[in-house]
């Protein structure tokens, strides 16, 4: 019977071919993975239970919390060991987060973006990615009280000082880098990773925002003259690097937050593949190669669900300004529960807003009656108009205390006791 995938298995083997990869030197990985000869005092301090009598202690105790304090002090041990010995360290097992500043997105993000990390933010054009990025990097220098080290890298050359000013990003003021390719990238990391060791600052986050990866070119792809010399070559190149950096990310707490495109995955051929990310949008995929779903610590997707403009009314609620309502979920998160769907509420001009989410969210989970005349269900006695509710929020102590209140509790009871 012949193979019917046998003359696809041929020509996949002559692609990895032409790839000239290089042949493994054994002696060379085996010298590499050896341990290190060190004294035994070196490994641990503590006495080496033997190994008969902790088996014995497992399994005749009875007593469960005697076993698993048995099994947590082997565990302990072991790590030292490999950490000593194997130079191999172990997670923190705890990720500090950069918040967002808006209370129903950090929610299903699990706090935040991760330090130590990278993330992605991917959507399709005016969804509001790169106003989300800026924002957070804002919110990263007051939750840090002005001493995080944020950057933006402009491969699209189209966002100013005066644009992250207005965005929030103040403390300090910063000048996006321009004129970027992907080996600049990494290379501003690596700067970034060395300035923080010889400060000796590594304990203080930094953010890194990358704006965008589909649109930055390598340095080989500028210089090329035939483009198809270079297809797949910006995909290789990540795919070295990206480990190598997300790496020196963990080590030096700096969070790494790309914005990237979405594009039609066509499906073409007996061998297809199947979708990547079953949770994204249907049939989209996002540039960069497979490196990027690997190495993604959260990978958040943004959709615009409906367009503000001043006087329409959108679901009997008058925003007052233009801007978008967009639909966002986590497609994957190693923080909090991931595909959890939530709508934010932004103005194209201030950015995301935190109060107008919430309003939205409290709409939406009938804890705030809109209609001609608004009032917190809690609260039936303070009326007032859609238009007015901020200047209500801002100016009514009682009023913002019982909104505050009801959107503590519906993110609790909607959002983490549902999905933690």
Same mark, same amino acid.
């Given at each position: 019977?012949?193979?019917?995938?046998?003359?696809?298995?041929? +020509?996949?083997?002559?692609?990895?071919?032409?790839?000239?990869?290089?042949?493994?030197?054994?002696?060379?990985?085996?010298?590499?993975?050896?341990?290190?000869?060190?004294?035994?005092?070196?490994?641990?301090?503590?006495?080496?239970?033997?190994?008969?009598?902790?088996?014995?202690?497992?399994?005749?105790?009875?007593?469960?919390?005697? =076993?698993?304090?048995?099994?947590?002090?082997?565990?302990?041990?072991? =790590? +030292?060991? #490999?950490?000593?010995?194997?130079?191999?360290?172990?997670?923190?097992?705890?990720?500090?987060?950069?918040?967002?500043?808006?209370?129903?997105?950090?929610?299903?993000?699990?706090?935040?973006?991760?330090?130590?990390? #990278?993330?992605?933010?991917?959507?399709?054009?005016?969804?509001?990615?790169?106003?989300?990025?800026?924002?957070?990097?804002?919110?990263?220098?007051?939750?840090?009280?002005?001493?995080?080290?944020?950057?933006?890298? +402009?491969?699209?050359?189209?966002?100013?000082?005066?644009?992250?000013?207005?965005?929030?990003?103040?403390?300090?003021?910063?000048?996006?880098?321009?004129?970027?390719?992907?080996?600049?990238?990494?290379?501003?990391?690596?700067?970034?990773?060395?300035?923080?060791?010889?400060?000796?600052?590594?304990?203080?986050?930094?953010?890194?925002?990358?704006?965008?990866?589909?649109?930055?070119?390598?340095?080989?792809?500028?210089?090329?003259?035939?483009?198809?010399?270079?297809?797949?070559?910006?995909?290789?190149? #990540?795919?070295?690097?990206?480990?190598?950096?997300?790496?020196?990310?963990?080590?030096?707490?700096?969070?790494?937050?790309?914005?990237?495109?979405?594009?039609? =995955?066509?499906?073409?051929?007996?061998?297809?593949?199947?979708?990547?990310?079953?949770?994204?949008?249907?049939?989209?995929?996002?540039?960069?190669?497979?490196?990027?779903?690997?190495?993604?610590?959260?990978?958040?997707?943004?959709?615009?669900?409906?367009?503000?403009?001043?006087?329409?009314?959108?679901?009997?609620?008058?925003?007052?300004?233009?801007?978008?309502?967009?639909?966002?979920?986590?497609?994957?998160?190693? #923080?909090?529960?991931?595909?959890?769907?939530?709508?934010?509420?932004?103005?194209?001009?201030?950015?995301?807003?935190?109060?107008?989410?919430?309003?939205?969210?409290?709409?939406?989970?009938?804890?705030?009656?809109?209609?001609?005349?608004?009032?917190?269900?809690?609260?039936?006695?303070?009326?007032?108009?859609?238009?007015?509710?901020?200047?209500?929020?801002?100016?009514?102590?009682?009023?913002?205390?019982?909104?505050?209140?009801?959107?503590?509790?519906?993110?609790?009871?909607?959002?983490?006791?549902?999905?933690?």
């Amino acid at each position: 019977m012949v193979d019917e995938n046998s003359d696809f298995v041929e +020509d996949e083997i002559e692609n990895v071919e032409e790839l000239n990869v290089p042949e493994i030197d054994v002696k060379e990985v085996l010298e590499s993975i050896k341990l290190k000869e060190v004294d035994d005092e070196e490994i641990v301090k503590k006495e080496k239970p033997k190994k008969n009598k902790v088996v014995t202690e497992i399994v005749d105790s009875g007593n469960e919390d005697a =076993s698993m304090s048995d099994a947590q002090k082997l565990y302990d041990e072991f =790590s +030292d060991f #490999l950490e000593t010995k194997a130079e191999i360290t172990s997670d923190l097992g705890v990720k500090q987060v950069i918040c967002t500043g808006i209370d129903l997105l950090d929610a299903i993000l699990g706090g935040g973006f991760a330090i130590g990390a #990278l993330s992605m933010i991917v959507g399709q054009p005016g969804c509001g990615k790169t106003m989300l990025a800026i924002q957070t990097i804002a919110q990263g220098q007051i939750q840090y009280n002005g001493k995080l080290i944020g950057m933006f890298l +402009d491969s699209e050359e189209a966002t100013t000082t005066t644009r992250l000013a207005n965005l929030g990003v103040k403390y300090p003021k910063i000048k996006p880098y321009t004129d970027i390719t992907v080996e600049k990238v990494f290379k501003i990391i690596e700067g970034l990773s060395v300035f923080k060791q010889q400060k000796n600052i590594v304990d203080v986050p930094g953010v890194v925002v990358w704006d965008s990866i589909a649109n930055t070119l390598t340095q080989k792809e500028r210089e090329t003259d035939d483009p198809n010399s270079v297809i797949g070559y910006k995909a290789r190149l #990540l795919s070295i690097l990206i480990p190598k950096y997300v790496a020196k990310c963990a080590q030096n707490n700096i969070c790494f937050l790309s914005v990237n495109q979405l594009r039609d =995955s066509l499906q073409m051929g007996q061998f297809a593949p199947a979708p990547e990310l079953k949770l994204m949008g249907s049939n989209k995929t996002i540039p960069g190669g497979n490196i990027l779903r690997f190495n993604a610590f959260q990978l958040l997707e943004m959709k615009v669900k409906t367009v503000i403009s001043p006087g329409k009314t959108e679901d009997s609620l008058k925003y007052g300004f233009e801007g978008t309502i967009v639909k966002v979920k986590c497609v994957k998160n190693k #923080l909090f529960s991931p595909n959890v769907e939530v709508e934010i509420v932004g103005s194209f001009t201030s950015g995301f807003s935190n109060f107008w989410t919430n309003y939205n969210f409290l709409k939406n989970t009938k804890r705030l009656n809109s209609g001609a005349w608004n009032y917190l269900v809690s609260l039936p006695t303070e009326k007032f108009r859609a238009k007015d509710a901020l200047e209500m929020y801002n100016t009514n102590s009682e009023f913002k205390a019982a909104f505050d209140q009801e959107v503590k509790d519906a993110i609790n009871i909607e959002i983490i006791e549902k999905y933690k």
